[in-house]
């Protein structure tokens, strides 16, 4: 880029409750771009005008609401993206939101119903919801995928789960025969599973065991000492998740659910959770697979701990844990030094189904804390998303109040795996059923005039 002196880069200094703009040489940055500074911390705010200027910078940008809008590290710029990395971003630019007129379609199909006005609550929402993903106001979910990412944490030689680590393979095997809770039920209902290994630490002979051959590394770092894993792991890992969502699209399935099976992913997805929000490590941890008093608070501090290494958080003694820096945390990096590699791939998987434009279905709280990584990452991929069970960890609601999704059924479930999803399947089913079968007022031979003025009240 040839040096233009009104782009060097300025340099903010905080003066009380604003900003003071100092220059500072050497540092060229592309026209509509402003910076700013708080907690010490250069941050960088993009127009869409720069954005389109500059594409190259477009894949580093992290925001709640929108994709690619908001602020963006200072320090992201000078890094260089692996090849894999621009893979990566160049599939999220290509996600796009859910069809509006198809959307509106379904409504007015909804209203047209035989019956009052939101009388059939959650059903009808989730009816218009699949609308929007797949273009028809009437859907048939013939086909209905689990995708399980299995992978163990070093995080556990830290004490902070009651289960061995190789639980993790055993649970992973049991899967492919449908004998454990999620499984079993997907055998019930007619599901297909599908287990992979993202990161299994046992060894085991993988051929002919049923479960897909992924894997990254054997397990991640032990995140109180070291990164879980490279940033080039962490992004191998979610283009898993999307290769996976890729090929049940192509398989003809209709809808996923996302699972995992990892001994103490409880653990790090607190701490993902943790660095993600504004929200102390009290409050987004819970018990995993049981735990006593002393080993709970053990794996709180765990937590604590890897936040501050990491720079996710500093920690005051005694007080509410308080969020170091400000704006939005790059979501790769958070999964690279506090997550695991079942949570990356997870959150590829609901990227890919934004992509795919398939519905896809949220278990517990290691499946919504992927799906949060994945919404902020994009946006938009948060309208492929569907809740199913309330999970008995105190960060789930966390995690589904920052996604805006009210949870469907409320039977104290924490087992994980994906055990929610073959009954959310069964609520979408039962959605769809409404749309392909129930009469209209017209049908049923109604005359609906009477709610005229019942409807216009609820416009």
């Known amino acids: 880029m040839e040096k233009d002196p009104s782009l060097i880069w300025p340099r903010c200094e905080q003066i009380g409750d604003g900003y003071g703009l100092k220059c500072k040489k050497h540092r060229i940055i592309p026209k509509g771009i402003l910076t700013a500074c708080y907690n010490n911390l250069h ?10 200027e500059v594409r190259q910078f477009r ?9 690619y809008t908001g602020t963006v590290f200072f320090e992201e710029y000078l890094k260089m993206r692996s090849e894999a990395e621009e893979k990566l971003f160049k599939q999220i630019e290509k996600i796009r939101g859910a069809d509006a ?6 409504a007015a199909y909804v209203q047209s119903l035989a019956a009052p006005p939101g009388s059939l609550g959650k059903l009808t929402d989730a009816a218009v919801q699949l609308a929007g993903i797949t273009g028809r106001v009437k859907n048939t979910l013939d086909r209905r995928r689990i995708i399980v990412m299995c992978a163990d944490n ?7 789960s009651s289960t061995p680590p190789i639980v993790t393979l055993s649970q992973a095997l049991n899967m492919t025969r449908h004998l454990t809770g999620m499984s079993s039920l997907a055998r019930h209902f007619g ?64 809808v996923i659910g996302v699972g995992e099976m990892g001994i103490g992913n409880t653990t790090t997805s607190s701490a993902v959770l943790a660095a993600l929000t504004d929200l102390s490590v009290e ?26 290494l990491h720079g996710l958080k500093s920690i005051s003694a005694g007080e509410a844990d308080t969020v170091k820096g400000f704006g939005n945390p790059d979501p790769i990096d958070v999964i690279a030094k506090v997550g695991g590699l079942d949570i990356a ?17 949220i278990d517990g709280f290691i499946s919504i804390v992927a799906a949060l990584c994945a919404q902020r990452l994009c946006g938009i991929a948060r309208e492929y998303m569907f809740p199913s069970h309330v999970s008995e960890e105190i960060g789930y609601m966390r995690a589904a109040e ?51 003025e019942l409807r216009a009240m609820q416009s």
């Not at 941050?43 to 389109?52: F, G, N, R, V």
């Not at 409050?283 to 501050?308: Q, Y």
């Open 283 to 308: 409050n987004v941890t819970g018990r995993g697979g049981g735990l006593t008093d002393a080993a709970f608070a053990k794996k709180k501090k765990v937590i604590a701990r890897a936040l501050e």
């Open 59 to 67: 894949q580093i940008l992290f925001c709640r609401k929108m994709p």
């Open 43 to 52: 941050l960088s705010i993009c127009t869409d005008e720069a954005i389109k």
């Open 154 to 160: 070093g995080v556990v030689a830290e004490g902070v």
């Open 402 to 452: 920052e996604l805006c999704l009210d949870p469907w059924l409320h039977m104290n479930m924490r087992l994980g795996e994906g055990s929610g999803c073959p009954l959310a399947f069964q609520i979408l089913e039962a959605s769809c059923a409404l749309m392909n079968e129930m009469a209209t007022f017209e049908q049923a031979k109604i005359d609906d005039g009477y709610l005229a």
């Open 101 to 106: 007129d198809a959307m509106r379609d379904a």
């Open 345 to 361: 791939a997870m959150c590829g998987v609901f990227l890919g189904a934004a992509l795919y434009r398939l519905p896809v279905v």
């Open 191 to 254: 599901c297909e599973v599908e287990v992979v290994d993202i990161g299994i630490a046992t060894p085991y002979q993988g051929k002919d065991s049923g479960i897909l051959q992924c894997r990254i590394r054997r397990g991640t770092g032990n995140i109180a000492n070291e990164p879980a894993m490279s940033r080039e792991e962490a992004v191998a890992a979610i283009l898993v998740g999307i290769e996976r969502a890729r090929q049940a699209s192509k398989d003809g399935v209709d």
